[in-house]
């Protein structure tokens, strides 16, 4: 049987060798030369003078600016990556009921809130809704509830497409147990739909922790309002804090990111484990039959 790899990938002769070293030298170089060009026309704006930088060597800056902004973004992502988290399994699952009173209302939900834009959403619930329910809406719940809607009826779709995925030996098997579909879906499909798709729930997550920028709409306080808007209006430093905050993105993003990665690692390991049962056999001695008989005796 030839190896898989070979099939999939044919490994570079010495004329591709030379021909990607130097596409890869070139648009190395490509790149260098478009950052210089970014660089030098900052510096000829006098982006790059100190009295625009200076204020984030001091501590009022961070603590009464990016620090209180990035505690709200932190609270808002928080709250919707728990919310939209439940919304998508709980409508993942109703997408799969097979009572369709329930299938039905649980698509429509699903494709409505996937359609409309976000930043709409924000508004309309932050604006319109205080008419409907003769109450005033603040601007954290604005955002989260817009923030729940929308990512979680991505991530529905993604845990339906998972539960999916999993092969219908499985949930035939505990069928055949007497296992009801409320326990096959708790204790089976939704664990490894959740296992399968975890690439794809942490990229949905990093889009909803740079949505809330959105916030902006309706002043919500997060990074974006404090970090560029309010700090720029006070220092005047606007392309400054945006480099800032962008780095600071850049960062949590790249944390929720490296976690992703730990928890497959962690699940995949426990996954491929074997646990051993008390009420396995031993191995049966050599030359013996499953009835303990000795052959040839």
Known sequence: MSNTSSVLYDHPGPRAKV????LTVVFGVAILALLWWIYRKFDDAGQWAGDLWKPFLE???WT???????????LAAATGMALS???????????LSDHWWIRVPCGAVVEFFRAVPLLLMIFFIF???PFLIQAPVSAFWAVVIGLTLYNGSVLAEAF???IRAVPLGQSEAAYALGMRKTLVMRHILVPQAARSMLPVIVSQLVVLLKDTALGYIVAYPELLQRGVNDLSANFGNVVAAAMVIAAIYIVINSLL??????????TRSRGGRTPKSADTPPPLPSGTTDQGAVVGA
């Open 19 to 22: 021909r990607n070293t130097i």
């Open 257 to 266: 990111t490296l976690l992703a990665g730990w928890l497959e690692r962690r």
């Open 160 to 162: 339906r497409a998972g």
């Open 59 to 61: 501590a009022n800056t």
């Open 64 to 74: 009464g600016f990016i620090l209180s902004g990035l505690r709200a973004t932190l």
């Open 127 to 129: 604006y319109a809704v």
């Open 85 to 95: 988290l439940a919304f998508g399994v709980i409508f993942a699952v109703g997408r």
